[in-house]
């Protein structure tokens, strides 16, 4: 096994605990990882990402859930419809370590909100 599968095997099993966690901005609304978020880590319209975003999302990670459990107020909000399904899409916005990072967070139609991406 290669050094970045190790990885991605550790990442994997830390977003997996997370579970959920309530998010101040939307009400204390729970925001679920689940398999739409971290996959989205790895590919944007079904194609894979490179390599160093991929990483890069990564590691900032725990950072977005801080900024989820923490940040009082949402920085963008836009819905989308994809066959007459609305996608709800939220932003989130934080300052960690001098750097900024946007979390967005997602409700298809009437579904759970969850996580569905990170960047910087």
Known sequence: MTQYSKFIQKQRKIYRE??????PALYNER???????????????GNIRPIDDIHRRLNILQEAVYIIQTSPTISEYRISHRKNIPAHFWAIQGKVDNQNIKVILRKIDKGKLHFFSVYS
């Open 18 to 23: 997370i579970g959920s966690i309530v998010c």
């Open 31 to 45: 925001v679920y990882f689940n398999n739409y978020g971290f996959n989205h880590l790895f590919r944007k319209n």
